[in-house]
């Protein structure tokens, strides 16, 4: 199924000029978000948790900072851009009680919505706005005259402009110059969330984890298993992310090439597959959230002592040494 795309022709900023922009969270993509928006014309006011260190940083970048609930008065449009763990209970506590009709809220990720944590009421929009790429990378784009591709969708509709003031905000944050597709809450999350979990970050990792494990358990140097299974992983994909599995195979051996297109569907077989759609059925299904939410209510027992453990990883020990010899990375 194709995607409409739309460009800078399809945005009219004008339909957000007269809105406040309450950007809740300063972090990368926070910070991102209200700086491009701020340079692109509109009123925003970035709003903190107490006792956070950002409402300095922003007032140093010269734009208003105060409580969520200061930043939330008078706005038209509140952005959530805290952490999805933390956004139900800012929403539910401090946004929640005081919206009023006519108010647009907007996410950059479907999660909360998708799965129910938060739930606005009826009278107000609700869209997404999802940046592709980190804010460092939104921000220094934006500030070169480009933009990052992005995403929006309309969970909800209540004044029949939801979709147009999605493009002006997307428009705002310089999205446009490069193209903004259309897509939903619920395509969105559950693609996120599998392609985290199986592909970018648990697929790849678990992936170099186990190369790096079995050449130094068949006695190969752990360096020379670093170089093989992770070091060179950068150069592959960074051929793959500028032109695709045909750049990549234009610039590696012959005999590489033979390897890849033979052995490769050995090791992600069908069983892999198998496990791969067991995963997105979990993400369907709502178990994945549900273990997520419940895992943050209890204070992260499960997350924090499998952080302890990776932090632990002979790889990263013998890649530490390693890079110490690339000069460049500094």
Not at 65 to 71: F, I, L, N, P, R
Not at 225 to 238: N, P, R, T
């Amino acid at each position: 199924m194709s995607l409409n795309i739309y460009y800078a022709k399809d945005a009219d900023p004008a339909c957000l000029s007269d809105k406040k922009i309450a950007v809740l969270g300063y972090g990368s993509q926070g910070r991102a978000h209200a700086l491009n928006l701020k340079d692109s014309g509109f009123e925003v006011m970035v709003g903190v948790r107490p006792g956070g260190n950002t409402m300095d940083q922003a007032k140093a970048d010269g734009i208003p900072a105060g409580t969520v609930e200061e930043a939330c008065q008078g706005a038209g449009l509140i952005a959530f851009l805290f952490p999805d763990p933390s956004q139900p209970e800012v929403f539910n506590k401090l946004v929640a009680p005081n919206l009023k009709p006519g108010q647009i809220i907007l996410v950059a990720h479907g999660f909360n919505l998708h799965y129910g944590q938060m739930v606005p009421p009826p009278e107000v929009d609700v869209i997404m706005v999802a940046p592709k790429g980190p804010g460092n990378l939104v921000r220094e784009l934006y500030k070169m005259g480009q933009g990052i591709p992005s995403l929006i969708a309309v969970h909800q509709d209540a004044s029949g402009r939801a979709k147009e003031f999605a493009l002006a905000y997307a428009h705002g944050l310089g999205a446009t110059r490069a193209g903004v597709v259309e897509t939903t809450i619920q395509e969105e999350t559950e693609t996120d969330l599998f392609g985290e979990q199986a592909v970018i970050c648990g697929g790849i990792s678990s992936l170099i984890k186990a190369g790096f494990e079995t050449l130094v358990e068949a006695g190969y140097a752990p360096e020379m298993a670093f170089f093989e299974c992770c070091h060179e992983m950068k150069l592959i994909v960074d051929l793959i992310y500028q032109g695709g599995m045909k750049r990549m195979r234009r610039f590696i051996s012959d005999t590489a090439k033979y390897g890849d297109m033979t052995r490769g569907p050995r090791v992600i077989d069908e069983q892999v597959r198998r496990r791969m759609k067991e995963i997105l059925a979990k993400i369907q299904n709502g178990e994945f959230a549900r273990e997520w939410v419940l895992e943050n209510q209890a204070n992260r027992p499960v997350y924090n002592a499998l952080m302890e453990t990776e932090a632990k990883l002979d790889l990263d020990e013998v890649g530490d040494r390693m890079r110490a010899m690339m000069g460049w990375l500094d």
